[in-house]
């Protein structure tokens, strides 16, 4: 079992996890998990660095802290370390990290090449590698000028993965339908199904309008909140109306309400979550006294305990990141961003639409014990998923982590603990995604019309 851990950390073994208790693992699944370890740790780094408790705390319990700092050259109290810059230097390493992978496995489609060993293989290496260059970008000389270049870069790079994520929403949606309809063309009980999910997303967006327009308007203000609520309200009746549309249900049979109510359940998300990260309002009230207005009453109410608040949402928000990195890499998805579905008649109706059948290809043809984990070696006649791509999604999703824990545009004053406090740059970010999810959402349906000629598959 040593030989085993020395072959995985610092050869070209797959990754076993160590454990003879644990099931057995594909190869594929514990190379990309492996690269999510090393983006979840240094997310928790870059966390702790915004983090002013953190850093308090630290002063008070740490011995020596003072000379410690010193010595390691970060400023008398490790000023060098905390902060929006510390954060855009470690993700700078991290996206290098990532970057240079993409380079180095682009049109990787053997596992036994030896590039391909090296991505599944050698990870006490990389991790190596990866510490050094997130420290030995607090080394680059002119850092003003870095950081400020680095921020644009940073901020592309974030609307980039943004854009990614809701393509794969659409993707989502369209798949889902797809195959619950070719389930629906085989047994009723897909049909009674497919209709009961379809009128709870429904209740769900509506109920949610409404709510929106209760505790988030208010007759002497709010302006900015009735109109995008109004707005976005019309966009999900729009797309519900546009599926259904008898013209686009002679292109795209499979076209129908499932897809508009996940978009349409999704934009009342983002509506609500943007009204949530608008900074308040205020008027003078009958005793001229300020007010808050445009935000519920009882919310002040949950945010009493902001550590808590702030710890389960930013856990909340990076499982999400990481759940879109990992799904996103998957050949299907991937095909997807490419515009390639696959055909409906080829569709199994399944509830978990999401995970590929059993028996896939070749998962089981070669296994190998060595007295760690079992490892299925699922890519010995090639790669299950591109690599390079793989690489690409993490990249921006380091650029994504480092705009997000430094508050996109506000990231002079940003803290950890304010990650919930409202601010135009992120209300407005959180706007235009939705309506880029709805522009994306009507190209599908709208595309075969403008483009007769071109053979679509949603």
């Known amino acids: 079992c040593l030989t085993f851990q020395l072959a995985c950390c610092c050869g070209t073994a797959a990754c076993s996890l160590c454990c003879k208790c644990c099931p057995k693992i594909k190869q594929s699944t514990s190379t990309r998990f ?9 997310t928790i780094i870059c966390c702790v660095m915004m983090s002013t408790t953190v850093a308090n705390e630290m002063k008070t319990h740490i011995p020596f802290y003072k000379e410690m700092c010193k010595g390691i050259q970060a400023g008398e109290m490790c000023e060098k370390l905390v902060g929006y810059s510390a954060v855009y230097k ?3 390493g991290m996206a290098c990290f990532f970057f240079l992978f993409f380079l180095f496995t682009i049109k990787v489609n053997n596992s036994k090449s030896c590039r391909a060993y090296i991505h599944n293989g050698f990870w006490l290496i990389k991790l190596i590698v990866l510490a050094a260059m997130c420290s030995g970008a607090f080394f680059i000389p002119d850092q003003d000028t870095f950081l400020n270049a680095w921020r644009y870069v940073g901020a592309t790079g974030g609307f980039l993965f943004i854009a990614i994520q809701l393509i794969l929403l659409v993707e989502f949606a369209h798949k889902w339908n797809k195959n619950w309809t070719a389930g629906a063309n085989r047994k009723q009980v897909w049909s009674c199904l497919l209709a009961l999910v379809t009128l709870v997303l429904y209740s769900v967006a509506v109920a949610a309008l409404v709510l929106m327009a209760v505790f988030y308007t208010h007759p002497e203000g709010c302006l900015y909140n009735m109109v995008l609520i109004g707005v976005n309200g019309g966009l999900c009746l729009l797309v519900s109306l546009v599926a259904i549309s008898p013209c686009v249900q002679n292109r795209q049979p499979h076209s129908g309400l499932l897809q508009s109510g996940v978009i349409s359940c999704y934009v009342m998300y983002l509506t609500f979550s943007a009204l949530s990260s608008k900074p308040p309002e205020t008027i003078l009230d009958e005793n001229n006294q300020n007010i808050t207005i445009c935000v519920p009453e009882f919310s002040q109410g949950l945010h009493r305990d902001e550590n808590l608040v702030t710890g389960l949402g930013t856990t909340i928000l990076f ?3 990481l759940y879109s990195c990992l799904t996103s890499t998957t ?10 579905y696959a055909t409906a008649e080829t569709e199994v109706a399944r509830c978990c639409f999401c995970c590929v059948p059993d028996g896939d290809a070749d998962a089981e043809e070669h296994v190998e014990k060595r007295g760690g984990q079992t490892v299925v070696y699922d890519e010995k006649k090639g790669t299950v998923y591109s690599y390079a791509y793989f690489h690409f999604v993490f990249f921006l999703a380091s650029l994504y982590v480092m705009m997000t824990v430094t508050h996109w545009f506000h990231y002079e ?24 999810c709805v522009c994306l959402y009507l190209w599908t349906l709208i595309a075969p019309l403008c483009c007769p000629t071109r053979e679509f598959s949603v």
């Not at 492996?34 to 240094?42: E, G, K, R, S, W």
């Not at 050949?331 to 390639?340: K, N, P, V, W, Y």
């Open 34 to 42: 492996m690269y999510a370890l090393y983006f979840i740790l240094v």
């Open 90 to 92: 470690v993700c700078f």
């Open 319 to 321: 499982g999400c990141i």
């Open 331 to 340: 050949r299907a998805s991937s095909e997807a961003l490419r515009g390639i």
């Open 413 to 436: 004053s940003a803290q950890i603990e304010k990650f919930f406090t409202g601010t135009w740059s992120i209300f407005w970010i959180k706007m235009v995604s939705c309506w880029v």
